[in-house]
């Protein structure tokens, strides 16, 4: 059974930071580009960002250039979201989707997960 599940959500304080990890079981992400989405109460889902399989970083959201990065841990099957500066406008549900390309839209990605919630709030 092909899974991504996506945990580390919660709730922080604005200029709080957090770790999103997105653990895959029946594939290997290795072999696979996998992307962060977001989706705002009352707002379409929109791409955040990106790690292919060379290991490039593409963003889609230039808001968050230079607070999120990106990372692989192969060992662990488990991709990372590093989230600082957070902002009270990074409120979303974050969810992980692989799929063999870093594609430039939400449509056509091969697996996702169900998402974990971040509210950032005081």
């Known amino acids: 059974q092909v899974q991504l599940v996506e945990s580390g959500g919660g709730l922080v304080q604005p200029g709080g930071s957090l770790r999103l990890s997105c653990a895959a079981s029946?594939?290997?992400?290795?072999?696979?580009?996998i992307g962060w989405f977001r989706q705002a109460p009352g707002k379409e889902r929109e791409g955040v960002l990106c790690?292919?399989?060379?290991?490039?970083?593409?963003y889609y959201v230039e808001s968050v250039s230079g607070r999120f990065t990106i990372s692989r841990d192969n060992a662990k099957n488990t991709v990372y979201l590093q989230m600082n500066n957070l902002k009270p406008e990074d409120t979303a549900v974050y969810s992980c989707?692989?799929?063999?390309?870093?594609?430039?839209?939400?449509?056509?990605?091969?697996?996702w997960g169900q998402g974990t919630p971040v509210t950032v709030s005081s």
């Open positions: 989707a692989a799929d063999a390309l870093c594609r430039p839209h939400t449509r056509g990605w091969d697996y």
């Open positions: 790690i292919s399989r060379s290991d490039l970083s593409i």
């Open positions: 029946g594939f290997t992400l290795e072999n696979y580009g």
